[in-house]
């Protein structure tokens, strides 16, 4: 874990610094890159939530104006609720869903290539085409799922207009766009499990879940913390998958919060505002995230 | 190790081969970078953003040909991008210091300030906007500023399956003086509906644009004349939200369209449903339907007729350096000779007085409808809509208004009232 | 690890059953690739295309010069991969195994950027490009978008479990640091690489935004700028969207078979044993 620092000291001064430099040099070119043309920009977007600002013409310094909006914007409040919840169902979801594809295919049978790709294979897909499909299924009065309700003799389902299901039709579509990509993340991560932890274990004795639940849950621990910040950053973010599917309806029962901030910043033309949604949705991320990984000690094993 | 020793051998290939890529595309760059004058008969490249809906795109690209041809110092760059990224894109530019030479436009007032005045590029203001429908005045004259030309008009409107119709002898209105009542169109689609075997009478446009129309053939209207106060939650606006809300409750409209974001135009092409609240542009989007019939009827009158007008523009940009050719080009495109080959070609409707008629190759009578509907339209119409930055601020709480009555959220009247509250904000904030 | 043959039938039944509902929507998209209009929007729905049709793949490939915007995203595609898999992985590795002042924050800064809406600093992004004469060049979208977050977090995380022991010993033996990195880590490293190119892969060839800010001239248009063309104000162009999207899956599923055979382990033993 503690790598520099457990090296010996009496070890000549040179190698220290050069271990105390090589880290600084390692990161610097993503760094580099990545202050340039996304920190500068977002700093400039901090610079435009102080002021009122429709992208075009010059803007007005507001102050606080724009947060002390949104502290009152009812709307804005439900909506961060709305995609929590939304989170907080879809998120568990895609670790196990993902997580059991994932060591299903890491052992060796027959056709695994063909089986990751089919799991892999929806992530590929543009999310417009993707809520094209899921309509074609979900789709009330012409979807094929009601198509074959009746003809069975059940009553159609309002698949898109009811706010139950239309939640559970986005949940669904999420999970199947969004699984692939983190089975992959988690076949690696089960790969980097050292085969001699388990050898040891069935020497022992310990079978199935007690191989699972004491090796493999503690060692996967960052790949676990990966995939758990990275879906929920994910679903904070669901806005394409979801447009193209529901627009965000029935009325506003699945619009999320990045679709909100979207129509606020273009449809409305307050990019002012939208920013500083924006930064507050970063402080709110940034500050979850934080918190999991300090808990998590980085996922360190 | 052998196999470490190839992984590492490859990946610095590759590492190479990828840094000489960087180089190779690093140089091609600088050559396109700009358009500066230099010196004589300027040449200029025109940078021209674009979006297509059908093939008017290939029909451009036609004329632009033709215009290099003759103009061999301009060069013309179409940049063509989809409909909902072009306003991303223009602002993106404009803002970066960066804009286009003259672009495609629909929403014209977001744009007013960064357009360029064409007044000094015509004959004259009068005489250029006299050439043109008077309707479509106020989306491109602002502060008497000629900010954009206009470059196709287009009409709400009616289009139904003929087929079903046929199937259950119901007779469709083929005059202006036929034109249904409101009364008799739901009659009529009730009927299609129980004898032609529709499954639903008539999709509707999930926008607040489409869903107007239904406004003015009652009289009423988003904003009072003099643009001061909301109007939309007048009696009129209310007995309109009604209606639409029966119709749904009557299962004659799919709940699914305005609720579950089902797509109208993919479920009239199914050939289930009677009727398509749409407008022009359909027509050519429609005309490869081969499984049925339709047609283009008029719409039915409430307390009196209307559609909707809207159009395209095409607006020139202040600071791309080359404003002067820009104009140019613009008054080429309206010109009537060109702007009737573009429109006849593209299946739309030409915004010019003196080309209203077209001798297009597929719907020839279908236009003639339309452009009936055009002429009886009640100047609230375009009064409404062309006050863009207005409209844009509360186009979508319309819309979810709209949505909440349909799914009993709120009654007519309070999802109106709401609207108008926010339409009044809107209008005190500017 | 041999599988008892009742575990196996298991296994087996519960993968092709999760399968069949992942691949039904993905069949559709090319099932109604091949259909014709008539069919596609046909209700009831009509499960096959009757007759099958190559129309809109040929409408589609007359819309633009695709050859062309092929080239392009293939060249982005590939440079901006390999710059991406040398930075994250040089990043993910400092991040991982040094101890150094600032790292968790360097990380949650990074990961929590991934946050902010791209749309909401387009102009801005706009602004930094022009200014280093990036606007209408390939590099802008090369360049910007291999710093990814994700990257450099998935190889942090994977690091992680490389013993330390590994990266003294390498030390005592008077390895530099560049050199454990780039024969030791690096090795190690092959099953996230392949993951990262497998992403990287997906990501810059699938990439929107980007091009979108950056890109002007249509000699550079990428496959997907290209593509959105295709959506118009009123209408979509479905069959033809439909067509091209199946076109352009192909490449990414190709990556994707070949790379996903080297997930296989990369670390034998956990250095218990030495």
Not at chain 2, 103 to 114: E, K, L, P, V
Not at chain 2, 271 to 297: L, P, R
Not at chain 2, 372 to 395: F, G, M, V, Y
């Amino acid at each position: 874990m503690n790598g520099g620092q457990s090296l010996n000291r009496k070890k000549q001064t040179g190698q220290t610094r050069k271990l105390a430099i090589a880290p600084y040099l390692f990161i610097l070119p993503n760094l580099l890159i990545f202050g340039v043309f996304i920190v500068i920009p977002s700093l400039l977007g901090l610079f435009y939530s102080f002021h009122v600002y429709d992208g075009l013409n010059p803007m007005k310094f507001n102050g606080l104006g724009n947060y002390i909006k949104i502290i009152g914007d009812k709307e804005f409040w439900s909506t961060i609720g709305r995609t929590g919840i939304y989170a907080a169902i879809v998120v568990p979801l895609i670790y196990a869903v993902a997580l059991g594809i994932a060591m299903l295919l890491a052992r060796e049978i027959k056709m695994r290539g063909l089986f990751r790709a089919i799991f892999y294979w929806p992530t590929m897909i543009s999310f417009i085409i993707v809520g094209l499909t899921w309509k074609w299924i979900f789709g009330d009065s012409f979807g094929i799922l009601n198509h074959m309700l009746t003809l069975i003799g059940v009553e159609p389902v309002g698949f898109l207009t009811s706010p139950f299901w239309a939640n559970a039709a986005v949940i669904i579509a999420t999970v199947w766009s969004r699984a692939g990509f983190f089975m992959v993340i988690f076949i690696a991560g089960l790969q980097a499990i050292p085969t001699d932890y388990y050898e040891a274990a069935r020497l022992d004795g310990a079978t199935g879940l007690k191989v699972f639940r004491h090796i493999t849950l503690p060692l996967l621990k960052p790949t676990s913390l990966l995939v758990f910040m990275l879906s929920l950053i994910d679903a904070f973010k669901a806005f394409p998958l979801i447009f193209a599917l529901t627009g965000g309806g029935p009325g506003k029962e699945t619009t999320y919060i990045v679709q909100y901030i979207y129509e606020i910043g273009f449809t409305k033309q307050e990019l002012g505002l939208a920013s500083a949604m924006s930064v507050m949705l970063f402080v709110i991320i940034g500050g979850f995230s934080a918190l999991q990984f300090r808990i998590s000690k980085g996922g360190a094993v | 190790m052998k196999r470490r020793t190839n992984f590492k051998l490859s990946f610095s290939l590759v590492l190479i081969m990828s840094l000489i890529m960087l180089t190779a595309c690093g140089n091609t760059d600088n050559s396109t970078v700009n358009t500066g004058s230099t010196g004589g008969a300027k040449q200029a490249t025109l940078d021209f953003l674009w979006f297509s809906d059908g093939n008017e795109g290939e029909v451009i690209k036609g004329i632009i040909k033709e215009y290099e041809q003759s103009n061999t110092n301009v060069k013309i760059n179409l940049i063509e991008v989809g409909f909902k990224d072009l306003q991303t894109k223009l602002k993106t530019m404009i803002s970066g210091g960066k804009p286009p030479a003259l672009s495609r436009i629909t929403d014209t007032g977001s744009f007013a300030n960064q357009a360029v005045d064409l007044t000094p590029y015509v004959e004259s203001a009068d005489q250029f906007e006299g050439q043109f429908i008077d309707s479509l005045k106020p989306y491109y004259v602002i502060d008497d500023k000629l900010i954009a030309a206009p470059m196709d008009v287009t009409a709400n409107g009616l289009i139904y399956n003929k087929t079903l119709f046929d199937k259950a002898g119901v007779k469709v209105p083929t005059s202006p003086e036929e034109v249904w009542t409101w009364d008799e169109y739901i009659a009529a689609l009730k009927e299609v509906m129980a004898k032609g075997g529709a499954r639903y009478g008539m999709v509707w446009d999930v926008t607040p644009h489409r869903w107007s129309t239904l406004l003015y053939q009652n009289g009423g209207s988003i904003v009072t004349e003099d643009g001061s106060a909301a109007a939309i939650n007048s009696e009129a606006g209310v007995r309109c939200m009604e209606l639409f809300k029966q119709l749904h409750k009557d299962g004659i409209m799919p709940e699914s369209v305005w609720l579950g974001g089902e797509n109208p135009n993919n479920l009239f092409r199914s050939g289930t449903v009677a009727a398509h609240w749409a407008g022009n542009w359909m027509i050519s989007n429609y005309k490869d339907i081969t499984d049925f019939e339709w047609g283009v009827t008029y719409m039915p009158k409430g307390t009196q007729r209307s559609s909707v007008p809207g159009g395209k523009f095409l607006m020139a940009f202040k600071g791309s350096g080359n404003e002067q050719e820009a104009a140019a080009f613009i008054n080429y495109l309206t010109s009537k000779e060109v702007n009737s080959k573009y429109n006849q070609e593209s299946l739309f409707m030409s915004p010019r007085k003196d080309s209203s008629v077209l001798d297009y190759e597929f719907g020839k009578e279908m236009y003639e409808v339309f452009s009936d509907e055009l002429k009886n339209t009640s100047p609230l119409a375009a009064n409404d809509w062309s006050r863009q930055t207005l409209i844009s601020k509360i186009s979508t709480d319309l819309k979810n208004n709209i949505i909440d009555v349909l799914s009993d959220k709120a009654t007519a009247q309070e999802a109106m009232d709401k609207t108008a509250k926010l339409i009044n904000e809107a209008i005190g904030s500017q | 690890m041999e599988l008892r043959p009742l575990t196996k039938i298991a296994i087996y039944s519960l993968l092709s059953v999760a399968a069949l509902f992942w691949l039904l929507p993905v069949l559709w998209v090319v099932i109604s690739a091949l259909k014709t209009n008539s069919d596609l929007y046909s209700y009831p729905p009509k499960l096959w295309p009757h007759p099958v049709t190559f129309e809109h793949f040929k409408e589609a490939f007359s819309k633009g010069d695709f050859g062309l915007y092929f080239k392009n995203s293939t060249i982005v595609t590939l440079t901006s991969t390999l710059l991406l898999l040398l930075i994250n992985s040089m990043a993910g590795f400092a991040l991982a195994k040094y101890r150094f002042r600032g790292s968790s924050i360097i990380l949650i800064g990074f990961i929590s950027t991934l946050m902010i809406p791209i749309e909401v600093i387009m102009i801005p992004i706009f602004k930094v490009l022009s200014a280093l004469g990036m606007y209408n060049s390939m590099l802008a979208i090369i360049i910007p978008p291999a710093a990814t977050p994700t990257g450099v977090f998935l190889m942090r995380q994977y690091l992680l479990t490389v013993p330390d022991e590994l990266l003294e010993a390498a030390r005592m033996d008077g390895a530099g640091e560049w050199k454990i990195y780039w024969s030791i880590i690096l090795p190690m490293a092959k099953p996230i690489l392949a993951v990262l190119a497998i992403f990287s892969f997906m990501w810059r060839w699938d990439d929107f935004l980007w091009p979108l800010i950056a890109i002007s001239d249509p000699a550079k248009y990428t496959i997907q700028l290209a593509l959105s063309n295709f959506i118009g104000e009123y209408s979509v162009d479905w069959g033809s969207l439909l067509a091209m999207s199946v076109i352009t899956m192909i490449p990414v599923l190709v990556v994707f078979i070949v790379f996903q055979r080297y997930f296989v382990s990369g670390m034998i033993t956990s250095g218990m044993k030495g």
